[in-house]
């Protein structure tokens, strides 16, 4: 996973060289990050937070690599670069991959591969991945893992759209435009997770959501590798799917005598 080293004590340091250029250059464009030195290298100033978690736990255990994206007419089979998350991982395992999760069908030394069916695509960026695409891996919760955040199924519901970036001391703001039908799930203080990994709301509305987060993340995730307009998943606090379902939930078979409040007022079990 990528590495960070506290450089001048600046909040912001450098804290790796990030391969590509293009990237390189929408995170500075986004965030206004300054430039430093790392070894006489250039590098990019991105610390973030990371808040744990979880059923695929979202502290997130490596940042992987795409290597070959083999699209079909709706699907694609992804083959993906690892190595902490293939310990002990066999045929038939699930791996979350920006909180998507997704079955093992072939494994080698240092890679994986999956398959993503037509129903994936749709519902999440996976599409727009390609061969070099850097992707948050983590395997699924044991039962003796720590829950540092909230259950997360790597069902994604829909995606949303990363719309500002803002620093603030050593944290960083990240703005997501998401639609209504996933902003209706998400609170302040509640949780949610952005390609898997579980964050804190700090801030919604009616248009959009923020989070706030801290150095820790950026380390081992790809949040800030995300430019303006970007696509990310997410996955709504599945509780609060649970209860809209069943306080909406209307049963055409209910019976005349079933218990109801007016009921226990008549019999003077209530007053």
């Known amino acids: 996973s990528i590495g960070g080293t506290i450089v001048n004590n600046d909040p912001f340091e450098v804290f790796e060289r990030l391969g590509d250029y293009g990237t390189e250059r929408a995170l500075k464009n986004s965030l206004g990050i300054i430039e430093g030195r790392n070894n ?4 990019i100033c991105v610390h ?3 808040d744990n978690t979880p059923l695929k736990r979202v502290a997130l255990e490596e940042v992987g690599k795409i290597e070959q994206v083999r699209k079909g007419e709706k699907s694609s089979v992804l083959t993906i670069s690892a190595k902490k998350v293939l310990e002990g991982t066999k045929v038939g395992d699930s791996i979350a991959v920006n909180g998507i999760c997704l079955t093992v069908t ?5 890679s ?30 044991t039962p003796l893992s720590r829950m540092g955040g909230h259950i997360v199924s790597g069902h994604i519901d829909d995606t949303g759209t990363i719309a500002e970036y803002q620093k603030e001391d050593n ?3 990240i703005t997501v435009k998401a639609e209504k039908n996933i902003l209706k799930y998400i ?7 952005i390609d898997g990994v579980s964050l804190t709301v700090a801030y919604v509305d009616n248009s959009v959501f923020k989070v706030s987060v801290i150095p820790h993340t950026a380390s081992e995730t790809t949040l800030l590798y995300k430019g303006l307009g970007n696509t990310v998943n ?3 606090d599945i509780i609060a799917k649970y209860v809209e379902k069943l306080t909406s939930f209307k049963d055409e078979d ?14 003077g079990f209530i007053q």
Do not use: P
Not at 40 to 43: C, K, L, P, R, T
Not at 106 to 110: A, F, G
């Open 40 to 43: 006489g290298n250039e590098g």
């Open 48 to 50: 973030l937070q990371h």
């Open 106 to 110: 072939s494994l080698s030394e240092n």
């Open 112 to 141: 994986f591969c999956a398959d993503v069916m037509a129903e994936t695509m749709r519902r999440t960026n996976l599409g727009e991945q390609t061969a070099e695409s850097r992707v948050n891996l983590e395997r699924a919760l």
């Open 171 to 173: 944290a960083t703001w």
């Open 187 to 193: 609170v302040e203080k509640g949780s949610v997770a």
């Open 234 to 236: 997410l996955e709504c």
């Open 254 to 267: 209910k019976k005349d005598d079933d218990i109801t409040e007016e009921m226990l007022l008549n019999y």
